[in-house]
């Protein structure tokens, strides 16, 4: 239990930063739909579709690699500075290629009239993938504050950037203090430049991190072993096939809209555009997905040194409270999302109904990822990059079939359907053959009974609409919310749900003796 504590303590560390940093940017939507319409903001989130790929791409799984070997050696410095130099060099090759080839890239990606914004976007990620080893390190040193602090403070100077751009540079061009900004916004085209001031922001956000992870990289003694790399790579070749799959999976429906649509583009975009606006309202639980992954890498690679039924009731364990806090999470934001779909121009509301399909998706795909902890453990990621490939055929044959079936203006909705049900498919899948593999106790009939509960408080959640409004329905579904939370406390044991049940025959001695 104290492995799980532990877990739980990271996983609050790396989530208050992953949370705050991705809700102030979530916070920038409502900023980019209020300020372009959804065609241009249907551009960019279509471009950083295509960059969460490429970085996938340029890690070639060599972060969940660096985990695995420098915990198998007493020399992890020499696992990192190898990784180092690896990526290192693919990411400078990358961004040479990408210069000289722009021209064609741009028209492949149906942006040829945009190729500098593909340039900056290839850029940055090329630094974050570079980037993404040091933070790999400081998790595995254990250095969870650090590592939070870097994030946010990247997440601040990107907001900062973002206002000063967008919105205080236009306003300065106006008056009498226009000299302070128009040596560098006049030249790149001021505010004819649009959302590519989105992208100049968060280029400059990126070389600050990298700045901030400076001793990470000069600190260590830089070594490059040819050996270990080799089997580094063989180790993490098949986490680039799942990665890539599984993150063009993620952004499918971004991706393949304006390809499902030629000669509609502009329609195609604000497809995107709304699309992508509503998916950053899930995006909490990605949040929460992302958090939990930070600390559980480390955390299961850790466990591994041990032995014995300890290590997987361990695992077993973290799945549960996973779903128990996925669960909440769900609840929560559909319980509120008549509140939350403020944050997003009324323009965008028509894409709303994505939000809770979405959610459900990012759920499963969370099981998914503390399922894989089976096929990490045993050296079998073969595994993991055949199931990544199901999904991504098994989505691209959704989307291909579901999207164009609904067509314009709706036809987003076939994209999540596709997520939900590609990554169910791989979720019970992953369950199945690990259970031959590495069988772990995990408590499937508990988590059934907690999901089980859980829809039928949404869908009262839901409706309750029809007899409610307004503070009343708020104050409804919170009392369900805590609801659900006291049967969670209850029959998990939770010391608070104890105490609750020890003070109850205090309270009725007392009321006792009062009446007499």
Same mark, same amino acid.
């Given at each position: 239990?104290?492995?799980?504590?532990?877990?739980?303590?990271?996983?609050?560390? +790396? &989530?208050?930063?992953?949370?705050?940093? =991705? %809700?102030? @940017?979530?916070?920038?939507? *409502?900023?980019? $739909? !209020?300020?372009?319409?959804?065609?241009?903001?249907?551009?960019?989130?279509?471009?950083?579709?295509?960059?969460?790929?490429?970085?996938?791409?340029?890690? +070639? &799984?060599?972060?969940?690699?660096?985990? =695995? %070997?420098? @915990?198998?050696?007493?020399? *992890?410095?020499? $696992? !990192?500075?190898?990784?180092?130099?690896?990526?290192?060099?693919?990411?400078?090759?990358?961004?040479?290629?990408?210069?000289?080839?722009?021209?064609?890239?741009?028209?492949?990606?149906?942006?040829?009239?945009?190729?500098?914004?593909?340039?900056?976007?290839?850029?940055? $990620?090329?630094?974050?993938?570079?980037?993404?080893?040091?933070?790999?390190?400081?998790?595995?040193?254990?250095?969870?504050?650090?590592?939070?602090?870097?994030?946010?403070?990247?997440?601040?100077?990107?907001?900062?950037?973002?206002?000063?751009?967008?919105?205080?540079?236009?306003?300065?061009?106006?008056?009498?203090?226009?000299?302070?900004?128009?040596?560098?916004?006049?030249?790149?085209?001021?505010?004819?430049?649009?959302?590519?001031?989105?992208?100049?922001?968060?280029?400059?956000?990126?070389?600050?991190?990298?700045?901030?992870?400076?001793?990470?990289?000069?600190?260590?003694?830089?070594?490059?072993?040819?050996?270990?790399?080799?089997?580094?790579?063989?180790?993490?070749?098949?986490?680039?096939?799942?990665?890539?799959?599984?993150?063009?999976?993620?952004?499918?429906?971004?991706?393949?809209?304006?390809?499902?649509?030629?000669?509609?583009?502009?329609?195609?975009?604000?497809?995107?555009?709304?699309?992508?606006?509503?998916?950053?309202?899930?995006?909490?639980?990605?949040?929460?997905?992302?958090?939990?992954?930070?600390?559980?890498?480390?955390?299961?690679?850790?466990?591994?040194?041990?032995?014995?039924?300890?290590?997987?009731?361990?695992?077993?364990?973290?799945?549960?409270?996973?779903?128990?806090?996925?669960?909440?999470?769900?609840?929560?934001?559909?319980?509120?999302?008549?509140?939350?779909?403020?944050?997003?121009?009324?323009?965008?509301?028509?894409?709303?109904?994505?939000?809770?399909?979405?959610?459900?998706?990012?759920?499963?795909?969370?099981?998914?990822?503390?399922?894989?902890?089976?096929?990490?453990?045993?050296?079998?990621?073969?595994?993991?990059?055949?199931?990544?490939?199901?999904?991504?055929?098994?989505?691209?044959?959704?989307?291909?079939?579901?999207?164009?079936?609904?067509?314009?203006?709706?036809?987003?909705?076939?994209?999540?359907?596709?997520?939900?049900?590609?990554?169910?498919?791989?979720?019970?899948?992953?369950?199945?053959?690990?259970?031959?593999?590495?069988?772990?106790?995990?408590?499937?009939?508990?988590?059934?009974?907690?999901?089980?509960?859980?829809?039928?408080?949404?869908?009262?959640?839901?409706?309750?609409?029809?007899?409610?409004?307004?503070?009343?329905?708020?104050?409804?579904?919170?009392?369900?919310?805590?609801?659900?939370?006291?049967?969670?406390?209850?029959?998990?044991?939770?010391?608070?749900?104890?105490?609750?049940?020890?003070?109850?025959?205090?309270?009725?001695?007392?009321?006792?003796?009062?009446?007499?």
């Amino acid at each position: 239990m104290a492995g799980i504590k532990a877990l739980a303590k990271e996983t609050a560390v +790396y &989530g208050l930063s992953s949370i705050v940093g =991705r %809700f102030l @940017n979530w916070c920038l939507v *409502p900023l980019y $739909v !209020y300020m372009f319409p959804a065609e241009e903001y249907g551009i960019v989130s279509y471009l950083y579709s295509f960059t969460a790929v490429a970085l996938v791409v340029l890690n +070639y &799984g060599m972060e969940t690699g660096f985990f =695995r %070997f420098a @915990n198998k050696t007493d020399d *992890p410095d020499r $696992v !990192y500075t190898t990784a180092l130099w690896s990526v290192g060099f693919t990411s400078m090759l990358f961004v040479l290629l990408l210069s000289i080839f722009i021209v064609p890239v741009s028209e492949l990606m149906l942006m040829a009239d945009n190729a500098s914004y593909v340039w900056l976007l290839g850029a940055i $990620v090329a630094i974050d993938a570079f980037s993404n080893l040091p933070f790999a390190y400081l998790r595995f040193r254990k250095k969870a504050y650090r590592f939070a602090g870097i994030k946010l403070f990247n997440v601040g100077l990107n907001i900062g950037l973002n206002l000063l751009f967008i919105l205080c540079c236009p306003a300065l061009m106006k008056g009498s203090w226009s000299w302070l900004v128009s040596w560098f916004y006049e030249p790149l085209g001021g505010e004819a430049f649009g959302i590519g001031w989105i992208f100049v922001a968060n280029m400059i956000s990126t070389l600050a991190v990298m700045a901030c992870l400076l001793p990470e990289i000069t600190r260590v003694s830089w070594r490059f072993d040819a050996r270990l790399l080799r089997k580094m790579l063989s180790y993490s070749w098949p986490l680039l096939i799942l990665g890539v799959a599984g993150i063009l999976s993620q952004n499918m429906g971004q991706m393949i809209i304006p390809y499902l649509f030629i000669g509609q583009e502009e329609a195609a975009r604000a497809m995107v555009g709304i699309y992508g606006a509503n998916i950053k309202i899930a995006i909490v639980m990605v949040m929460f997905t992302q958090a939990f992954r930070y600390a559980y890498e480390p955390f299961i690679f850790a466990q591994a040194k041990g032995d014995g039924e300890p290590r997987t009731a361990a695992y077993a364990d973290a799945m549960k409270f996973f779903v128990i806090f996925g669960l909440l999470i769900f609840l929560a934001v559909m319980f509120y999302l008549p509140a939350i779909k403020y944050f997003v121009s009324p323009g965008y509301w028509a894409g709303l109904s994505v939000v809770p399909v979405m959610m459900a998706a990012e759920l499963c795909f969370g099981i998914f990822f503390n399922l894989s902890v089976w096929y990490k453990l045993t050296d079998r990621t073969q595994w993991g990059m055949y199931m990544s490939l199901i999904c991504f055929v098994l989505m691209l044959v959704l989307n291909i079939w579901l999207v164009p079936a609904i067509g314009i203006p709706g036809g987003y909705m076939g994209s999540a359907w596709a997520a939900l049900i590609s990554y169910f498919a791989v979720m019970v899948l992953s369950w199945f053959v690990g259970r031959r593999y590495y069988p772990i106790p995990y408590h499937i009939g508990r988590l059934a009974l907690y999901v089980l509960f859980a829809g039928v408080l949404y869908a009262a959640g839901m409706a309750l609409d029809i007899c409610f409004t307004g503070w009343v329905l708020y104050l409804t579904r919170t009392m369900m919310l805590v609801v659900y939370l006291g049967a969670v406390c209850y029959f998990e044991n939770v010391p608070f749900s104890r105490g609750c049940r020890r003070f109850a025959p205090r309270c009725r001695r007392r009321r006792r003796k009062c009446s007499e």
